[in-house]
């Protein structure tokens, strides 16, 4: 709207280069002196939940690799990247909203920076480009490491969350395999008990089998029954006298 009202005003000078340049110009410096608010299209009192879903579905929509010819995008992006840095976190968007309010210039200096990892894709980034200027390039290849995990599952940054949770899973697992263990040993030993008391009686059986057959081989039926009767004997002297055989 601005950049038509601008030609119009220019009138016949509209169509050479340098009324071309410096309309584009205007649009440029327009642009950068844009707050953060106005970059990620987000009211001055939106939530950070807003605020992070804003940052991503600008960074999806200006991110480098979809249009690598572009290098409009690569600022666009790093622009974005800044904005969100500030505006994600609480103490740095209360001194951004009183510059704002007084008017005066942000110093991102006086922020102190959010640890991050290095640099996510060597000192010469992705596309070709140097580093950035002292002081901004780690916060934005920070968010863009940020935005690229969170767009492809998470990264692989430490999360205490995650190590509390291996470490239940271990103490899990050392638990229950003692468990099984002592249910394996309990049921070895129990079992064992009992097998080796039933090969004792099988043993006794076949003994007293044997030696019944053997006393059957040695001795008479005459014989088998005078053994008979004298036991019979002895037993009823044995009731006579008092006695329990």
């Not at 009324?19 to 990620?40: D, G, I, K, M, P």
């Not at 840095?85 to 007084?102: C, E, G, P, T």
């Not at 140097?130 to 998470?154: I, L, T, V």
């Amino acid at each position: 709207m601005m950049q038509k009202a601008l030609l119009e005003l220019l009138g016949p000078c509209r169509g050479c280069s340098f009324t071309r340049q410096a309309v584009r110009n205007f649009s440029t410096s327009r642009n950068t002196l844009a707050n953060y608010y106005e970059l990620l299209q987000v009211q001055r009192d939106a939530s950070p939940a807003e605020i992070k879903a804003a940052f991503f579905k600008m960074s999806k929509k200006y991110h480098p690799d979809s249009n690598p010819n572009n290098p409009e995008l690569h600022k666009q992006f790093v622009q974005l990247n800044e904005a969100y840095s500030i505006l994600s976190k609480s103490l740095a968007r209360k001194h951004y909203d009183q510059s704002l309010r007084m008017g005066t210039k942000f110093q991102t200096t006086n922020v102190p920076p959010r640890p991050r990892p290095d640099y996510p894709f060597g000192p010469g980034g992705s596309h070709g480009h140097g580093p950035f200027e002292q002081g901004r390039s780690q916060s934005q290849n920070y968010y863009y490491y940020d935005f690229k995990a969170a767009r492809e599952g998470g990264g692989k940054r430490y999360s205490g969350s995650t190590s509390h949770a291996k470490m239940m899973a271990v103490c899990l697992s050392v638990l229950g395999g003692g468990y099984l263990l002592t249910i394996f040993v309990y049921i070895f030993v129990v079992k064992g008990f009992v097998y080796s008391q039933v090969l004792e009686q099988d043993r006794q059986a076949r003994l007293a089998y044997a030696m019944a057959k053997e006393n059957a081989r040695k001795y008479t039926m005459e014989e088998k029954l005078a053994k008979l009767r004298k036991a019979y004997e002895e037993k009823q002297l044995a009731k006579k006298s008092g006695r329990v055989v």
